[in-house]
């Protein structure tokens, strides 16, 4: 991917994020986000360890599961090392492990695999009738509108930049009640990207972080945004079932199975506008009363 290949606007400043810099044999460093925080967000992190893994492979293998474990908060600020292992390139699959590294201290174990295009028994649940996206409101400016009822809180991370989310039920994670742990967003990337399917999974895997953990909180009498707690990410999985432009409107469907010893379970479902399933994800997060 060149520089003429970027899309124009903050399209552009994600493409670049995910395009990983070739520094050695298996090694590779991330670049560094231009959005004001100071840690570094954890679907960025999955989303560059893929992208290592990916310049490792042969390009019609494409990555179909990823798991990811946090073991420290990142620097925003710094760019991140991404050591990566080839386990395995047997005839259908190939598997990679990839260590995330900064200040020399781990950060992020990785793992993904990667499969031929094969065919086989097809099924999958249906879609959630929802609204469509062009009939809601973008949650960003719902925050910074305090349309939320949350004045000055800023939009959390994947609610910036790049990225557009449209919350189905607007408000919810910003209501000091508990009420049934399920969400649905429309979301998309701003501009247009280049015809590159990995590009696109690769996004998908940035963004399906940016909401997932608080499906559980959902269940509590308590608000996002307001309440006191300590809240992060542990373990983080995807399914990429098939390939999907990020660049059009993509529904992701939440719920959270379970929460408890500090703890809480997130599952989320990945649909195209035409109702196809292109990916799955599952988070367990930690949910520290303050």
């Known amino acids: ?51 290592a893994a990916s310049r490792t492979v042969a390009p019609e293998r ?11 908060g990142g620097d925003a600020r710094l760019p991140i090392i991404y050591q990566v292992f080839r386990d395995r390139d047997g005839g259908s699959f190939s598997s990679r492990r990839v260590v ?44 910074l509108s305090n349309e939320t009822g949350t004045p000055g809180v800023p939009p959390p991370p994947g609610l910036r930049g790049a990225l557009e989310f449209r919350p189905v039920e607007p408000g919810l994670r910003y209501e000091s009640r508990a009420r049934p742990p399920c969400q649905h967003y429309w979301f998309r990337v701003k501009g247009k990207l ?4 990995l590009l696109h999974r690769l996004i998908i895997t940035y963004a399906s972080d940016a909401l997932l953990l608080s499906t ?4 509590h009498p308590v608000a996002w945004t307001t309440d006191p707690r300590h809240v992060a990410s542990l373990d983080h999985s995807v399914w990429l079932h098939g390939d999907a432009r990020v660049d059009d409107w993509l529904l992701y469907s939440m719920d959270s199975p379970w ?9 989320g ?17 930690l949910l520290r009363q303050v």
């Open 1 to 51: 991917m060149t520089e003429a290949d970027l899309p124009e606007g903050s399209a552009a400043n994600l493409v670049r994020l995910l395009n990983v810099e070739e520094l050695d044999a298996d090694l590779y460093r991330g670049a560094v986000t231009t959005e004001p925080w100071k840690r570094t967000f954890g679907g960025q992190v999955a989303a560059q360890a893929l992208a």
């Open 62 to 72: 494409a990555p179909h599961s990823l798991h990811a474990y946090f073991m420290r």
């Open 100 to 143: 995330a590294l900064q200040g020399g201290k781990p950060i992020l174990n990785f793992a993904a695999s990667f499969h031929i295009r094969e065919e086989g028994y097809a099924h999958q649940l249906p879609m959630p009738e929802v609204p469509p996206p062009e009939e809601l409101p973008d949650e960003a400016e719902l925050v």
């Open 194 to 197: 280049p015809d590159d399917a």
């Open 216 to 219: 559980a909180v959902l269940a």
């Open 259 to 267: 929460s408890g010893h500090a703890r809480g379970l997130n599952r």
């Open 269 to 285: 479902l990945i649909y195209t506008r035409t109702g196809t399933l292109v990916a799955s994800t599952a988070q367990e997060g």
